[in-house]
C-alpha cells in the first residue's frame, strides 16, 4: 500500500493550494481518508477527513470555513483544496488510509501514511 502526496509549495499569506494523494490501495473505494499536518516541534494534528463514499466530512478547528476536503474514488485520489492560507498554516501534510473506519479525527485509526508534502505560508 503506498500514499503518494503532491501539491504542496512555497504561497504568500492569503494564497491557495490543493494538495492531492494517490492511493494504491485496490480497496480504494471502501476506505475512509483524510489530511493530518505536523508543524516544527509540535506534534500531527487533524485537519480533515472523508468517509469512503464522500457521505461525511470531517475537519480540525483550524481547516473549518477555509479548507475543504473531496476524493475521486474512480483516480483513487483524495484532495484538500486550501484557501486563505495562514503562516501558522506552514508543516508537513499527510494523509492517511483507515481502512476500517472508526473516529477519523484520530491518528490511530489510520493503518498507512504517506511520505508527506510540504506546505509553506510565507509573511
Known amino acids: 500500500v503506498q500514499l503518494q502526496e503532491s501539491g504542496g509549495g512555497l504561497v504568500q499569506i492569503g494564497g491557495s493550494l490543493r494538495l492531492s494523494c494517490v492511493a494504491s490501495?485496490?480497496?480504494?473505494?471502501?476506505?475512509?481518508m483524510g489530511w493530518f499536518r505536523q508543524a516544527p516541534g509540535k506534534e500531527r494534528e487533524f485537519v480533515a477527513a472523508?468517509?469512503?463514499?464522500?457521505?461525511?466530512?470531517y475537519y480540525g478547528d483550524s481547516a473549518k470555513g477555509r479548507f475543504t476536503i473531496s476524493r475521486d474514488n474512480a483516480d483513487n485520489t483524495i484532495y484538500l483544496q486550501m484557501f486563505a492560507l495562514k503562516p501558522e498554516d506552514t508543516a508537513v501534510y499527510y494523509c492517511?488510509?483507515?481502512?476500517?473506519?472508526?473516529?477519523?479525527?484520530?491518528?490511530?485509526?489510520?493503518?498507512?501514511w504517506g511520505q508527506g508534502t510540504q506546505v509553506t505560508v510565507s509573511t
Open positions: 492517511g488510509a483507515a481502512p476500517t473506519g472508526g473516529p477519523l479525527w484520530k491518528m490511530s485509526v489510520y493503518d498507512y
Open positions: 472523508i468517509s469512503y463514499n464522500a457521505e461525511n466530512v
Open positions: 490501495l485496490s480497496t480504494y473505494g471502501s476506505v475512509s
